[in-house]
């Protein structure tokens, strides 16, 4: 249940329509509702307009965003009306934030997660699909600052596949595999070698996932996408930094996985995104 809040704007914060998402230093498309309306929940009321929805439903799908990913794409990098948005969702008590230091260099990352009561609301409200999970709460500053790496990933292959006409219906975690094959592959039985290697074999066929040298291979990113001719398709694709080894590179690659390289710098700076493919060369290590 919701209705249309009257709410001001200041001009000067470029909203006039609302944004889509945008590249960095882009102006704001005219494409998301800037009204916020009410949304009842239980016995609270909240606020949001399209484009804060969007953010929340975004956070959720990724488990832990970069704010400064959030600005950039959802936001053009302007400042003012992300942090508006920001402090108006944290006001609700939607998402937290909380400043990370991560890497021999303490490099601080500014990340951004849903609250329970976020995640809970955009379930209530259908603002994703019931096959797609939503994630609350802080996991472990590695564990952060891999998932908000990760995103940028994304935002590569997802930019490829829609520019093709695909149409991406679903993202799946590393942490959604983790849980569903280990859970499965640990339940009580016959761990006998032959009936624990059906049992893998079939797991894997069930997920889509490869065997490589004994092992279920898991990517870090599947995105699940729809082709113009209306058929249904997955890519998978793993982050690979400078801990990968040689041998675990090779074979994720095996595995078929396309391969992402992220570089640090000496300096204490951020781990820059190249978005170079690196599956080419890692067969010849």
Known sequence: MSRTVDRSIELDDRLDGGLSRVGAGEEPQKALDRQRVEVRYGRQIYTWSDLERAVLVEIGKFRTLDEADVRRVFYGGLERPFHRDRSHLIAQGLVQRRSISVGKNREVRRVVVLTKRGKRLLQ??????????LYAGFVKPAEASHDASVYAMYEAEAAR???????????????????????????PGDYASSAYKQRQAELAARNNLPVVDGKIALPDLRIEYETPEGDTRHLDLELATEHYRPSHMRSKAAAGFKLYGVNSTSRGRRAQWEGRELTAGVLAL
Do not use: H, W
């Open 124 to 133: 209530a409200q259908r603002a994703v699909g019931t096959n797609q999970a």
């Open 161 to 187: 596949l829609t520019d093709g006409g695909n149409i991406v219906r679903r993202v799946v975690l590393d942490f959604d595999f983790k849980r569903a094959v280990y859970a499965e592959l640990n339940r």
